[in-house]
């Protein structure tokens, strides 16, 4: 009952540093996103993907890159870290784009630049 | 443009009260699905339920139900008799059905306390 896995749980960065955020499903789910939680500011969409090899950019993409090489993985790569990118991240997948399909996120990644 | 408008953005109420968590969207869509999401203080994300446009059936699920009314653009949720694990940050969210299908509109989510 793995579901959407993502590591690591916490990370402190310096300014300027590179890292890359993990995230892999089990479900055999085509469709996978990238969120950022700020607080109180709800979730914004940062990048998704539709399948392997196929991805596009969200509502706030600058900063971030991403890769869709296998179904499975869709890790989310920050180049040159900045404080404005300290938040908390999310991974989710859904079975299809269909609208009514729900989905499913990871635990989160609490990711803070100093 | 798609919005989710959650006006309360804390709510404290004494167990076993009951509590309502507004929702309010705004879409050009004519099919859209509206879905409650809860994040407890662990911080994860569970999906609660998800509606459709054309369903306007208000839904119960144990203490947990959520009436639906599209003249008023709304998705509210009621929880009845609450417990002090009900607290947490509910977030309402909304995807329509047209080129932006794959993107999901949160509302900024309503803190909710409940005290022993």
């Known amino acids: 009952n793995a579901g959407v896995t993502q590591t690591p749980k916490f990370r402190i960065l310096k300014i300027g540093q590179s890292m890359t955020l993990q995230c892999a499903q089990d479900?055999?789910?085509?469709?996978m996103y990238w969120y950022r939680q700020d607080p109180g500011m709800g979730l914004k969409l940062i990048y998704y993907s539709v399948g392997a090899g196929i991805t596009d950019k969200g509502e706030v993409p600058n900063g971030y890159n991403v890769s869709r090489s296998t179904t499975e993985d869709f890790p989310l790569r920050l180049e040159l870290a900045a404080p404005s990118q300290t938040s908390v991240y999310f991974c989710?997948?859904?079975?299809?784009?269909?609208?009514?399909?729900?989905?499913?996120f990871g635990d989160g990644t609490r990711l803070s630049i100093l | 443009a798609q919005k989710v408008t959650q006006a309360q953005t804390e709510i404290s109420v004494v167990e076993k009260e009951d509590v309502t968590l507004d929702c309010v969207y705004e879409?050009?869509?004519?099919?859209?699905?509206l879905f409650w999401y809860k994040q407890p203080p662990s911080g994860e994300l569970v999906f609660l339920i998800r509606r459709n446009s054309f369903d306007e059936q208000n839904e119960i699920s144990g203490r947990y139900s959520w009436n639906f009314q599209k003249s008023t653009s709304s998705f509210n949720f009621t929880i009845t008799a609450s417990q002090v694990v009900d607290s947490a940050v509910y977030f309402c969210?909304?995807?329509?059905?047209?080129?932006?299908?794959?993107?999901?509109?949160f509302g900024k989510g309503t803190l909710l306390t409940v005290n022993p």
């Open positions: 989710a997948s859904s079975y299809s784009r269909a609208a009514g399909q729900p989905q499913h």
């Open positions: 879409t050009r869509d004519t099919t859209y699905y």
């Open positions: 479900m055999n789910h085509n469709y």
């Open positions: 969210a909304l995807k329509g059905s047209g080129g932006s299908n794959y993107k999901l509109t």
